[in-house]
């Protein structure tokens, strides 16, 4: 297995930061945002979205990754999943979509209060807390 592709913490507050601003960006009010870093350093964001039946809906890092898909992105180095207080955080589900672009990308779960690294797979290699 290659090791998980790190990138610097100053990219990591970028992808975080705008992982929250696609939040502000739902149709929801305290909604999950999502940001996907390519290679070349592009930002995709992506929020989640419900219609008002609440039939369909579509994740914020579905969205995020379909933009960057729909951009011809190549490479995903890294993602990032803002939940806001009250929300548990990335699931299972989200670790097996971004498994779907690599197992070697960095995943940051961020919160009000603190940021987690980590890998796209739980047993991949242990996480990170730090200070958001």
Not at 38 to 61: C, D, K
Request: overall charge negative; aromatic content about 8%.
């Amino acid at each position: 297995m290659s090791a998980i592709i790190t990138i610097s913490d100053d990219l990591r507050k970028k992808l975080a930061d705008k992982a929250k601003d696609a939040s502000h960006k739902s149709n929801l009010p305290q909604s999950v945002g999502a940001a996907v870093m390519a290679r070349n350093g592009t930002i995709y964001q992506g929020a989640w979205y419900e219609q008002s039946t609440g039939s369909a809906h579509r994740s914020a890092l579905s969205a995020a990754l379909g933009n960057f898909l729909a951009s011809g992105g190549e490479t995903v180095i890294a993602v990032a999943v803002y939940c806001p207080d009250g929300f548990e955080g990335p699931g299972d589900e989200c670790r097996r979509l971004v498994k779907e672009f690599g197992n070697n990308i960095e995943f940051v779960s961020v919160f009000d209060n603190y940021i987690q690294t980590g890998a796209a797979t739980r047993n991949a290699i242990g996480s990170e807390d730090r200070a958001a």
